[in-house]
């Protein structure tokens, strides 16, 4: 799947990576669908309630329920690796905030102007970006999602290794495309720094990006920025094997709860008819003097006579 730079999305046109998403999305309320028996719109807002409530991104709990080894089911609980970086070196739960402050991190030690974090997509396999700074959305929209190795960051990913690029117009490592890009938002030079966790896998990538060619950090700046990107790995390990699993827990458990609450309503729908029936004929005999055993034949009858349907014509008279 090659790089698209993609128009800003609207009703009409979105990125590559909004459109991934949207299929993460679709497959995981697909999922619920089938396991509890919800209908769409039920299935999609469980997600998005659930969502909402953790502050965890629509895409991420879509792609945990649809993860093979994802049950709902969370391991003992362990405490959070530290996060040096974060502000005050505080503990944290969110995802998305650990990430912007590493990107933070990162841009400060590199004195660079921009900045751009991605993390590997689990259901697509590809770079799927999740922070920016500096940059405006259309420059999010033309690298949204990338799995080919067109970009500094696609062969920090592929190698596992940090790429320093002194030079953006002259380098290699670009496709055309990414290279016409960059220009057009004056990323002149960029240093790509894999997220690793503790056992070795690349989850996502850190990017600065300088305006001025030959903007290279020195390599203590470098190393930094690689300690800070394993830190934020080791994070990521451990909240995805403590926090994702119990936020899927949620959502079936939402979604079971739904599927229980229509079950009543479906049940309820079942009797209430025969409840109003059974009602109308006690009144014609009550009232009328109609033979019990022959009440309900006698509505039914009265029933066809009107063309309506019995069920109504029996709300009409106890009405």
Not at 102 to 111: D, F, I, K, S
Not at 112 to 141: N, S
Not at 189 to 213: F, L, M, N, Q, Y
Not at 242 to 250: D, F, Y
Request: proline share 5%.
């Amino acid at each position: 799947m090659a790089l698209t730079a993609g128009d800003a999305p609207t009703a009409a046109t979105l990125s590559l990576g909004a459109r991934l998403s949207r299929t993460t999305i679709h497959l995981a309320i697909t999922a619920l669908e089938q396991r509890h028996g919800l209908d769409e719109r039920v299935a999609f807002e469980v997600l998005r309630d659930v969502s909402q409530r953790r502050n965890v991104k629509l895409r991420a709990v879509a792609a945990e329920l649809l993860s093979p080894s994802s049950d709902g089911r969370s391991g003992p609980a362990a405490p959070p690796p530290p996060l040096p970086f974060t502000i005050g070196g505080r503990a944290c739960s969110n995802r998305s905030e650990v990430l912007v402050q590493l990107m933070r991190a990162a841009v400060t030690r590199c004195g660079a102007e921009r900045g751009t974090v991605q993390l590997r997509d689990p259901v697509h396999g590809g770079l799927q970006i999740e922070g920016k700074r500096g940059f405006g959305q259309d420059f999010v929209d033309a690298f949204s999602y990338l799995d080919e190795p067109g970009t500094a960051c696609g062969h920090a990913f592929d190698d596992a290794r940090q790429v320093v690029v002194a030079d953006v117009d002259s380098s290699p490592l670009f496709s055309e495309s990414a290279r016409e890009i960059l220009r057009a938002h004056e990323v002149r030079s960029c240093v790509s720094t894999p997220i690793v966790d503790a056992d070795g896998k690349v989850r996502g990538i850190v990017s600065t990006h300088r305006r001025e060619r030959d903007a290279v950090p020195d390599e203590a700046d470098l190393h930094h920025v690689r300690m800070l990107a394993n830190q934020c790995g080791r994070w990521l390990q451990w909240y995805d094997a403590a926090v994702l699993p119990a936020i899927v827990g949620e959502v079936h458990q939402a979604a079971a709860a739904q599927a229980k609450r229509a079950g009543a309503r479906r049940a309820a729908d079942r009797v209430e008819p025969a409840v109003t029936i059974a009602a109308a004929a006690r009144l014609l005999s009550d009232r009328y003097g109609v033979e019990p055993s022959h009440a309900e034949a006698v509505l039914a009858s009265l029933a066809a006579q009107r063309g309506v349907v019995l069920e109504e014509l029996a709300a009409q008279l106890i009405g």
